[in-house]
């Protein structure tokens, strides 16, 4: 028996029982509608799953930030978690490759499986985890150093290259797969930082995917990116999904219908609905999906 | 009036001021409907009023106070018979000096010459008047400056922009104060350094390797030849400098990356303030720990190893002074840790990099230019230092590098140098502005060398 399962069976405290699930928001439509703790409407499990994630909680403190959230994401399949502001998708994100552990009161409970393994067993891995599991971030973040080291950075710790050449086979790789070759290949040694933003972005996907990860995590990789820069982006995106398990969080739902197969809608910290994209967006079967997409809140 | 008195009644006028422009300004608002009509809030013209009182007259007390005594001594010496009147300026000091006794009834008038009792009258009166005269010109300027500062305050003056440009001369002033003041301490270093090089040969400071400097009293003194080599003096304080940095910086560095990258919230909130109180523990008992404590303990730990040390070391005081500086390094290095953002740590994690290879590879290159400065502040602390290196290493100039020897340094030798006695015109107390300027230049480089460091550094990442 699995640890966590013990955990998530005690009983909650009697305070966090007695939440209203659905606190007050913006609009009187969406007030009126329900949300089930844990029951998720549209289709969140599938068949071999890369991850398994079952009754999920996430805790800041006292605060229960994630609610019993269970979700299956498939082998290569891109899915956007929506939702409005503050309603835990970028935490829950965060938790498929333990970036909340950093986070001193933050704790997770619930069952979360990459390929059969126990992300947060007590005997895990992190480094070896978040190697599978690459991450993109809201802002560009790449290192002060030349754009060669920034890409050469991961495969160095992890020692996948022997050879200087082949380390550049891998810079020059990650590189064009990010759609930045042609771009930086004159200027491999200049600094990152001095390339614009959506360079810049585009670089942190390269360096991510440059230790070859088997899932990349986005956490609004374009909100701070001009519209030609998110459209090379998304372009990119559509690319990499051929080969990778992407999730991206995003506020934009053109970019989640531009990019994604399947769609996650997130409503204060509950799973409210998932489904395939077009379906989601078309005929959602959750008043409160409907009402986000619409633009009634959110 | 003593100046101090009329410096505090200024300061009353100037409160008088700035209460009676307030309530004129508004007295002037009122009929126009509020504060809003007047073009600077009340508080502006009252400022206004009180600097319009405050400034000249501050300004020429200070210039009174400062030049009075030159002028009184030159209108003095200007009475006086062209015969008796002195032509270089030490006999003149002399003269004046007999003047002032004579004035203050130290000297009988009685045995000296008519003209000088004459010129002690005039100093007396002189020094009387001008106090007078000073105490009624500043007056009356602080009053009548403050009068019309009082009389301008209009609707339409623009108090405001006024007072904003008299603070930025304000601010100025201030930062010429410490400008001027160390180019003050550079020129005169300097020149006592050019005359201690009219006594002393270029040759023998820089590349003597011995330093004794004692001057014959007599002619026929034993050893009074006096050696001016600086040598053993910069290397007891490279050694001693070397040893405290080779302890301050790693302990001081790698605290600082525990504390801002492994510390939780509670650790650190405690161990910081305890880390920098080292550096608020006075120097001298810094000392007695270094000479009564350590120095023993180094010089028992050699013995029984078989080796030679010497009651005082350069090891004892360098292993202190070392203690002293973690401070200057942890802290400073400590903060430019943190202020790398914490966007470059997630992505270097997300990458499935460890704690320790992203502090390595990410933080540590990011923070390099800041951790030089912690550095650099720490080594010219060591540098300077003066107190332990006299209780732990002692006074015997030795031109060694075994730190378990007696070593002196720089500083040391200066303090020695100025203590007791002193004659200006002796090599003696002149080699102690020389060792100075040295000093100085010394530290200026490691400045410029840091600077380049880092700017070197920058360019490549930044």
């Known amino acids: 028996m699995n640890m966590n399962d013990t955990l998530i069976s005690e009983p909650l405290e009697p305070q966090e029982m007695s939440t209203p699930v659905n606190r007050p928001v913006e609009d009187a439509g969406a007030q009126s509608a329900k949300v089930e703790e844990g029951k998720t409407v549209g289709k969140p499990f599938a068949d071999d799953p890369k991850f398994k994630l079952r009754n999920v909680e996430v805790f800041y403190g006292q605060e229960r930030a994630i609610k019993n959230v ?178 991206i969080v995003t506020h934009s739902m053109q970019q989640a219908a531009r990019v994604s197969s399947r769609t996650a809608y997130f409503h204060l910290g509950h799973l409210v609905e998932v489904n395939e994209t077009s379906k989601v967006f078309t005929s959602p079967e959750h008043e409160l999906t409907e009402s986000y997409i619409t633009g009634r809140f959110g | 009036m003593q100046p101090a008195n009329l410096f505090f009644l200024i300061l009353a006028l100037i409160f008088t001021a700035y209460v009676l422009g307030y309530f004129r300004s508004k007295a002037l608002a009122r009929p126009l409907g509020g504060v809003r009509h007047l073009k600077s809030l009340p508080g502006y013209y009252a400022v206004r009023a009180a600097l319009w009182c405050g400034i000249p007259a501050l300004i020429i007390l200070v210039l009174w106070a400062s030049f009075e005594n030159q002028i009184i001594q030159m209108l003095v010496l200007g009475t006086l018979a062209p015969e008796i009147v002195p032509a270089s300026p030490g006999e003149a000091s002399l003269l004046m000096s007999q003047i002032n006794n004579i004035a203050s009834g130290a000297l009988s008038s009685g045995s000296v010459d008519a003209s000088l009792v004459n010129a002690a009258e005039l100093l007396t009166n002189l020094r009387q008047n001008s106090n007078t005269y000073m105490t009624m010109l500043v007056l009356s300027i602080a009053v009548l400056a403050g009068f019309v500062g009082w009389y301008r305050i209009q609707p339409k003056l623009n108090a405001r922009e006024q007072v904003e440009i008299i603070l930025r001369w304000f601010f100025f002033s201030c930062a010429a104060v410490a400008i001027m003041t160390t180019v003050g301490i550079v020129f005169s270093v300097f020149f006592e350094t050019v005359r201690f090089f009219g006594m002393v040969s270029f040759t023998d400071f820089f590349f003597g390797t011995s330093w004794s400097p004692q001057v014959a009293l007599r002619a026929d003194q034993v050893g009074s030849g006096g050696a001016f080599g600086m040598i053993p003096l910069f290397t007891g304080t490279l050694l001693i400098s070397a040893i405290a940095l080779l302890v301050a910086v790693p302990v001081g560095l790698f605290s600082a990356i525990y504390l801002s990258e492994y510390a939780n919230k509670h650790v650190r909130s405690v161990v910081k303030p305890l880390l920098e109180l080292l550096a608020g523990v006075p120097t001298v008992v810094y000392g007695f720990f270094a000479a009564l404590t350590v120095a023993p303990f180094i010089a028992n730990f050699a013995q029984t190893l078989g080796m030679n040390a010497s009651s005082q070391s350069a090891l004892a005081a360098g292993l202190v002074m070392g203690i002293m500086i973690i401070p200057f390094v942890s802290s400073l290095s400590d903060d430019v840790i943190n202020a790398v953002p914490q966007s470059l740590r997630d992505g270097s994690l997300a990458l499935g990099s460890t704690q320790s290879e992203t502090m390595k590879k990410v933080i540590f290159p990011a923070a390099l230019p800041g951790i030089m400065g912690g550095i650099l502040l720490a080594a010219s602390r060591a540098i300077g230092e003066t107190m332990i290196v006299v209780m732990a290493a002692g006074l015997a100039a030795n031109l060694t590098a075994n730190p378990l020897q007696s070593v002196t340094t720089v500083t040391v030798q200066i303090v020695t140098l100025l203590i007791g006695d002193q004659e200006f015109d002796s090599p003696k107390t002149l080699a102690a502005f020389a060792l100075g300027a040295m000093l100085f230049i010394v530290t200026l480089l490691l400045n410029v060398i840091a600077l380049k460091i880092v700017r070197k550094y920058r360019e490549q990442y930044d």
Not at chain 1, 119 to 135: F, N, P, Q, T, W
Not at chain 1, 163 to 188: F, M, P, Y
């Open chain 1, 70 to 247: 269970s979700l299956d994401i498939g082998r290569n399949e891109v899915i956007a978690f929506i939702g409005p502001s503050g309603c835990g998708k970028s935490t829950f994100l965060r938790c498929l490759n333990r970036m909340n552990d950093s986070i001193d009161i933050c704790r997770v409970k619930g069952q979360l499986m990459l390929d059969d393994e126990d992300i947060y067993h007590s005997k895990k891995d992190v480094v070896e985890l978040r190697a599978r599991v690459g991450m993109v971030f809201q802002k560009p973040n790449p290192f002060p150093k030349s754009i060669y080291d920034n890409v050469a950075y991961g495969p160095r710790i992890h020692g996948l290259a022997n050879r200087k050449s082949e380390l550049d086979d891998i810079v020059e790789d990650s590189l064009r797969k990010a759609g930045l070759w042609n771009e930086a290949k004159d200027r491999l040694h200049s600094i990152a930082t001095g390339m614009s933003g959506g360079q810049q972005q585009r670089l942190c996907i390269a360096r991510a995917i440059a230790v070859s990860p088997e899932v990349v995590l986005m956490d609004e990789p374009c909100s701070a990116l001009d519209p030609i820069a998110t459209a090379k982006v998304e372009e990119l995106i559509s690319e990499l999904s051929e080969s990778y398990t992407i999730i």
